[in-house]
Structures are given as C-alpha cells and as structure tokens.
C-alpha cells in the first residue's frame, strides 16, 4: 500500500511540474526535428538504406540529454524545494518513495524513448520520396537495444541526484559522464584503456555491440554495467535516508 501511494504521489507531483512536462516534450520534439532534417538530405540519396542503429543514435545524441536531466532533477528538486520533508514524511518508510520515484521516472522515460525512436523512424518514411522504395530496415536490435541501455543508465544518473543534492552539479557531472568522462578516460597513459574496458556506461553497450568489454561476453558485461548502476542508486537510497533534511 505504501508504495501504491508512492507512484500516485510521483505521478500527481510531476504531473504539476512544468519542467518535467517541458523537458519531456523537448525529449521528443527536438530528436524528430533533428531525425527530420537529416532524413530529408539523406532521402535525395539513391538507394539510401534506414539503418535502426542510425536513428537510435540521433535518438540517444539528442534526446537522451532531456531524459537525463529529468531523472536528476526529480531526485534533486526534492531537497531544492525542501520537498524532501513532505516526501518523507508522508511515507514512513524512505526507500518506498525513492523506489516509486524511479520507478515512475523509468515509465515515463520509456514512454518518452519510444515515441522519439518511432517518430525519427517515421520522419525517415516521410522523405522517402513517397515511398518506402529504397528503405530498408537492416537490423532492428538497436531499435530496442539501444532505449535499454539509457533506461537501465538512469538508475545510476537519478542515484548521483541523490548523492550530490544539488540540481546544477548533480546534471553537470552527469552530462559529463554521459558524453565525455568514459570515453575521454582512454587518454590516461597506460591504464587509460584498461579503466574504459570496466566503465559502467561503456559495459551497458555492449547489449547493442554484442562485443565484451571487460569480460569477453557480451551478456556478462552488460550485467555487469547495470549491476554498477544498481550500486551506485543503492548508495543514493542509503545517502538520502540517513541524511537530515
């Protein structure tokens, strides 16, 4: 029953919440507009093939950094507004609200990634002359893959936004995870590249690449990342119900 009453008061809470409907708006808007122009200049191509791995990309450069941010700031703006003590205090029990509000966050981002994934789909059909002639759909793993990996890498995101506390460092240093610190810690001299091999965000790709990281199956490492995910929520869960509001 708590936890009931958890998701009804999430879904009450972000529902009133302009930057919520804000942000997830421009999580769809901007990949279709972004999907659309680039479908209208690679449709005067002959035989231009729709590669899924293509569109989830556009999908994932454009879109994700809205879902991003949504997800650390539902956990942040709870101590910003001092939000955090009515949260708390209507559920006895912590970890049932923090679990709703991940929960809830998860849905709606699924909800979110799946209309832009569709939409830029879509887009694509849309200049395809007309037509669907010369478009084919070459794979469609990354479709489904690509929206698991950033769902599952929210865990860790809306985890920082407990820890951290704060919206603009919380949002920052999850951007700068997101698109530069894994990739940019191969520059480290000698240990650079092993470090990448067993970065979190890098092992969840696997799932889309079917290539191992820091073990060589694909499927181990995928686990393994989301595993690290989990623990660094947990830790926000554990931070965030010992800490005085």
Same mark, same amino acid.
């Given at each position: 029953?708590?936890?009931?009453?958890?998701?009804?008061?999430?879904? &009450?809470?972000?529902?009133?919440?302009?930057?919520? *409907?804000?942000?997830? =708006?421009?999580?769809?808007?901007?990949?279709?507009?972004?999907?659309?122009?680039?479908?209208?200049?690679?449709?005067?191509?002959?035989? %231009?093939?729709?590669?899924?791995?293509?569109?989830?990309?556009?999908?994932?450069?454009? +879109?994700?950094? %809205?879902?991003?941010?949504?997800?650390?700031?539902?956990?942040?703006?709870?101590?910003? *507004?001092?939000?955090?003590?009515?949260?708390?205090?209507?559920?006895?029990?912590? %970890?049932?609200?923090?679990?709703?509000?991940?929960?809830?966050?998860?849905?709606?981002? =699924?909800?979110? &990634?799946?209309?832009?994934?569709?939409?830029?789909?879509?887009?694509?059909?849309? %200049?395809? *002359?007309?037509?669907?002639?010369?478009?084919?759909?070459?794979?469609? *793993?990354?479709?489904?893959?690509?929206?698991?990996?950033?769902?599952?890498?929210?865990?860790?995101?809306?985890?920082?936004?407990?820890?951290?506390?704060?919206?603009?460092?919380?949002?920052?240093?999850?951007?700068?995870?997101?698109?530069?610190?894994?990739?940019?810690?191969?520059?480290?001299?000698?240990?650079?590249?092993?470090?990448?091999?067993?970065?979190?965000?890098?092992?969840?790709?696997?799932?889309?690449?079917?290539?191992?990281?820091?073990?060589?199956?694909? +499927?181990?490492?995928?686990?393994? +990342?989301?595993?690290?995910?989990?623990? &660094?929520?947990?830790? +926000?869960?554990?931070?965030?119900?010992?800490?005085?509001?």
């Amino acid at each position: 029953m708590q936890f009931t009453r958890s998701i009804k008061a999430e879904a &009450l809470k972000q529902a009133a919440s302009p930057y919520v *409907r804000w942000l997830l =708006s421009l999580a769809v808007i901007i990949p279709l507009i972004w999907s659309g122009i680039n479908a209208y200049f690679s449709g005067k191509e002959t035989d %231009f093939e729709v590669a899924p791995d293509t569109i989830s990309s556009q999908v994932v450069s454009v +879109g994700m950094i %809205f879902v991003l941010v949504y997800t650390v700031i539902a956990a942040t703006s709870e101590y910003n *507004r001092d939000g955090d003590l009515t949260l708390f205090t209507s559920t006895p029990k912590r %970890f049932w609200a923090i679990l709703a509000k991940l929960l809830f966050t998860i849905i709606m981002s =699924s909800l979110v &990634l799946f209309i832009a994934t569709v939409g830029a789909f879509a887009m694509y059909l849309i %200049f395809a *002359r007309g037509s669907l002639d010369g478009y084919v759909l070459s794979d469609d *793993r990354a479709l489904w893959a690509t929206p698991v990996v950033l769902l599952v890498s929210l865990i860790a995101f809306q985890g920082l936004g407990w820890i951290l506390r704060s919206s603009a460092l919380a949002v920052t240093v999850s951007i700068l995870w997101f698109v530069v610190i894994e990739t940019a810690v191969v520059l480290i001299p000698k240990i650079g590249q092993t470090i990448y091999e067993w970065m979190p965000l890098n092992n969840l790709s696997t799932l889309v690449s079917q290539q191992g990281s820091a073990v060589d199956n694909w +499927g181990v490492s995928f686990m393994y +990342g989301a595993a690290m995910c989990i623990v &660094l929520w947990i830790i +926000g869960v554990v931070v965030a119900s010992k800490r005085d509001c």
